[in-house]
């Protein structure tokens, strides 16, 4: 037997394939199922499974679409009652492929219905798809689904949990959440382990009780990106296949054209971004987290424009927005240097800039997250998360004045900043360094 793992890092999330014989088997595939569908083929195995551990929160699935495409059953928990045809998965009730046997293991506590899949070779336990339930170094939350559930869901996730930490030491640990997904109650610390590693070192089974356990769980949360409350109903109801279509790039007529009913979202670096944009983009730039701050700070399935650099990659900036259900993607604008149209920039600045500024009285924001903030904030600053400077500017900034803006590393605040200067302040940004290191600044 051997398994795959495919990191989708934009996400923090891992697909599988399992290969046993000739016998293959996805888990927790996510919309772009071409990169699953070349890894079957390169595998040399037939696909005879798709598995789903939960109805995703964090991304649309390519489950249903992989099993029709390849004509072999989807498998999803029986709780999960989709609106489209499927094989429930029962508690303990094995699906049997040869010597290869799929156990389901009903874990709720990320969600109601979450399942892992427990899978025994010739009789022996050899692995475990723990989904969102027991994760490398920590627990898949239990609030996705609105507060009012969440205690209840912690509790069953304590259950869920020891559930699978009674199997034998050696079952390896194979979590579809991983480091990098807002899914876990704290930051998880590996793709991949046993159940015996995690029984030794996970602290989320290290709780006493079922009651500490709760109220470490809940005490850990943080703040969720506004799109997962569309992945839900998505993965029930079900979507269109993602078609990865070419996307014409735009003239400035064209542009003009689309501009009064399309959000442009300019993935451009940094620097770049300050240096000339066209006034309105929003500064999202193009990398691991690209997708997920687009389906936070803008309306689920906005038509979007993209401004893109002639090198960086359409394709991945696709992939990342089709993931999560924005398939509306007007236009890309390609070289804005060609275009005869007036730009806007603002200043970013370096650690010294920035330091002796503050320490001059400037009017400075942080748009960390609440969980930074508890590690020390510059003083006299406005705290604000950035996704919330999106929906509304933050209570006592003075528009007269210069805000100096800081994150961790500059991608939060020259999203902040491009927010700001719709809104007719005059930002300045922090890239490179952020709070911390000013912090550090000040106090050497």
């Known amino acids: 037997m051997e398994i795959r793992q495919v990191l989708t890092e934009s996400l923090g999330d891992s697909t599988y394939l399992l290969t046993h014989q000739e016998t293959g088997i996805v888990v927790d595939p996510q919309r772009d199922i071409d990169r699953f569908e070349r890894l079957i083929v390169d595998s040399g195995t037939e696909l005879r499974l798709v598995l789903e551990t939960h109805l995703h929160n964090d991304y649309i699935s390519g489950g249903p679409d992989l099993a029709s495409r390849a004509g072999v059953e989807l498998v999803l928990p029986a709780g999960a009652a989709p609106a ?87 079952v390896g640990v194979y979590p579809t959440h991983g480091q990098g997904s807002y899914c876990t109650t704290t930051i998880a610390s590996g793709p991949t382990s046993t159940v015996g590693v995690e029984k030794k070192d996970n602290p989320a089974l290290a709780y006493p009780d079922e009651d500490s356990f709760v109220e470490g769980q809940l005490a850990a949360l943080g703040p969720w990106p506004a799109y997962y409350a569309h992945m839900a109903p998505a993965n029930v109801f079900g979507v269109p296949p993602l078609e990865l279509r070419e996307v014409p790039i735009l003239t400035k007529d064209d542009y003009e054209q689309a501009i009064p009913t399309a959000i442009v979202v300019d993935a451009r670096p940094l620097e770049r971004f300050a240096a000339g944009h066209l006034l309105g983009s929003l500064a999202i730039a193009l990398g691991d987290s690209f997708g997920t701050w687009v389906g936070w700070v803008l309306p689920y399935q906005a038509p979007l424009i993209l401004v893109l650099d002639p090198d960086q990659d359409l394709d991945e900036a696709q992939r990342q927005l089709g993931r999560i259900g924005f398939d ?117």
């Not at 399942?115 to 027991?134: D, I, K, N, R």
């Not at 507060?147 to 030491?169: C, D, F, K, M, N």
């Not at 508890?374 to 805000?403: C, H, K």
């Open 84 to 170: 489209y045809r499927h094989r429930p998965a029962f508690h303990m009730e094995d699906i049997e492929l040869g010597d290869l046997v799929i156990r389901p293991i009903h874990t709720p506590g990320h969600t109601p219905e979450h399942t892992s899949y427990l899978v025994l070779v010739a009789g022996e336990p050899m692995a475990v798809f723990s989904g969102g339930s027991l994760l490398v170094g920590s627990a898949g939350r239990p609030d996705l689904l609105g507060p009012e559930r969440a205690e209840t869901l912690a509790r069953l996730q304590y259950g869920s949990i020891h559930r699978i930490a009674v199997l034998p030491h050696q």
């Open 328 to 444: 509306k993607i007007q236009g890309v604008i390609r070289d804005l240097s060609e275009w005869d149209v007036d730009l806007e920039s603002h200043r970013v600045v370096d650690l010294s800039e920035f330091t002796k500024a503050v320490e001059a009285g400037a009017q400075v924001l942080d748009v960390r997250s609440p969980i930074d903030w508890a590690d020390g904030t510059i003083p006299g600053s406005t705290l604000a998360y950035v996704p919330d400077v999106a929906l509304a500017t933050p209570v006592g900034l003075d528009q007269g004045r210069e805000v100096w803006v800081a994150c961790e590393s500059g991608y939060r605040a020259n999203l902040a900043a491009s927010v700001l200067e719709v809104r007719g302040f005059r930002p300045v940004v922090l890239i490179g360094p952020g709070v911390p290191e000013v912090l550090d600044s000040m106090t050497s």
